[in-house]
């Protein structure tokens, strides 16, 4: 049995090759600093969830991950793939992730072409899913693989329905989006993003616009994928979700990262006094 075949928690104890490497991240809009100096590293495999109010930094930090948002300093560091970067069938790398590591320093004057290598290697889940309305759900997963990606459609096209099957939305295929529910659409989202065959995935409170009864059935899904071996970030404030899937916690305020660890150690013995005021609310909200 390899690592991958492993439960996440099981896979804790397992060594840490590094995939991602952020340090000294910084980002401001306009007169409003929003990052201070953000590091932070993911392993391969591995699960990465950042927790923290709203307003700090925890969303900006994911955009920046893939180049959605531009950071004014500090560095990016993606290492090179490998197979296990993709569990599943075929573990088949997308057109960005390749043999090469991709550094960025954006201190430094960063070209497009170092930003589309960033890019190629994660994929995001929104909020508030961002499928395109007038598309159907199929064309909503070939988008990426075959516009950005360059792959043939009949080769997008089959491994969708593979996905979709996966998900139980095959019949779902050549529905809208305004005719899902929000669950669905949601998973629709989740198979959008492995259908680009990232390195990473990046998850950005990705049950917070459903009702509660549809939380259930997505986080089963995501923590599929982290039963797998997919690499993720996830900002999330389903606390007991995030102490049985992430190998590591980030509390993130005031653009900082306030305090890291083990999730099951810093969700039941916080060191730092503003993470144990955060969790307190959260747990105690009256």
Known sequence: MSPADLPAADRAAEPVVPL???????????????????????????????????????????????????????????????PVDRPGAGRTPGRGATSVPVTLDFAAKTTPKQLAALRDRSA???QHYNLFPHKTVLQNVIEGPVVVQRRPVAEATAEAFALLERVGLTDKRDSYPFELSGGQQQRVGIV???????????????????DPELVGDVLRLIKELADEGWSMVIVTHELEFAREVAHEIAFVDGGTIVEHGDPKQLLRNPQQQRTRQFLHRLLHPF
């Open 20 to 82: 991602l490497r952020v340090r000294g991240l910084q980002k401001s809009f306009g007169t409003n600093r929003v990052l201070e100096s953000v590091d932070l590293t993911v392993g391969r495999g591995r699960v990465l969830a950042l927790i923290g109010p709203s307003g700090s930094g925890k969303t900006t930090i994911l955009r920046c991950l893939n180049g959605l948002e531009l950071p004014d300093g500090g560095t990016i560091e993606v290492a090179a793939a490998s």
């Open 192 to 210: 959008r993003a492995l259908a680009l065959r990232p390195q990473l995935l990046l998850f950005d409170e990705p049950t917070s616009a459903l």
């Open 124 to 126: 995001m889940v929104f």
